[in-house]
């Protein structure tokens, strides 16, 4: 029976990196959980007084859309977060 080749090079490790750790400004998390809050309030206003107040009614449904913007803008800024 033949005798398997070994292997005559060592297996490739990559150098060692030095491990930075990314931190997030501090700005963020205030301010993503604020543009949630944001959206989810002004879709609740809409919905409960919209049409006794003037500006929203006015707006009729861009209202969703700029409650939604508010939430897409902090899942957007939510996925910066380290």
């Known amino acids: 029976m033949p005798k398997p080749k070994t292997r ?3 297996v490739y490790t990559p150098p060692p990196k030095a491990q930075s750790v990314k931190v997030s400004p501090r700005w963020l998390a205030p ?4 543009a949630w809050i944001i959206g989810i309030i002004w879709i609740a206003v809409y919905y409960i007084a919209g049409p ?3 500006f929203m009614a006015d707006l ?3 209202n ?3 409650g939604f913007a508010f ?3 902090g899942v ?3 996925t910066r977060w380290r």
């Open 8 to 10: 005559k090079k060592s």
């Open 31 to 34: 301010t993503m959980v604020t």
């Open 52 to 54: 006794n107040i003037k």
């Open 60 to 62: 009729a449904n861009w």
């Open 64 to 66: 969703l859309l700029i």
């Open 71 to 73: 939430i897409i803008f």
């Open 76 to 78: 957007v800024l939510s």
